[in-house]
Nanobody
Framework: AQLVESGGGLVQPGGSLRLSCAAS????????MRWYRQAPGKEREFVAS????????GYADPMKGRFTISRDNAKNTVYLQMNSLKPEDTGVYLC??????????WGQGTQVTVSS
């Protein structure tokens, strides 16, 4: 199983980025997908989640109204649209595949830096 994140980069405060996570090697459409982030010196924190068919999404409070998670099961890809970015959004964003009856999978992450 493999998860490959992309779309990170350097952006100014108030800007936007769209992250992608391409999955392979497992039945993507049966997995809940989640985004986490890890800032230097801080613990990994939950960002957003989406159920296997995309019917339900969830967000950490600081991301509500700014971030949108979506998925395309035909492309085995999950996305994270990030708007109104703040310096505190800086970190490595990691994709996670979660299935209650199986192991979790993690990507290597993509760096997001919000700075002027």
């Amino acid at each position: 199983a493999q998860l490959v994140e992309s779309g990170g980069g350097l952006v100014q405060p108030g800007g936007s980025l769209r992250l992608s996570c391409a999955a392979s090697g497992f039945t993507f459409s049966t997995y809940m997908m989640r985004w986490y982030r890890q800032a230097p010196g801080k613990e990994r924190e939950f960002v957003a989640s989406i159920t296997s068919r995309g019917r339900t999404t969830g967000y950490a409070d600081p991301m509500k109204g700014r971030f949108t998670i979506s998925r395309d099961n035909a492309k085995n890809t999950v996305y994270l649209q990030m708007n109104s970015l703040k310096p505190e959004d800086t970190g490595v964003y990691l994709c996670n595949a979660h299935y209650i009856l199986g192991p979790d999978y993690w990507g290597q992450g993509t760096q997001v830096t919000v700075s002027s």
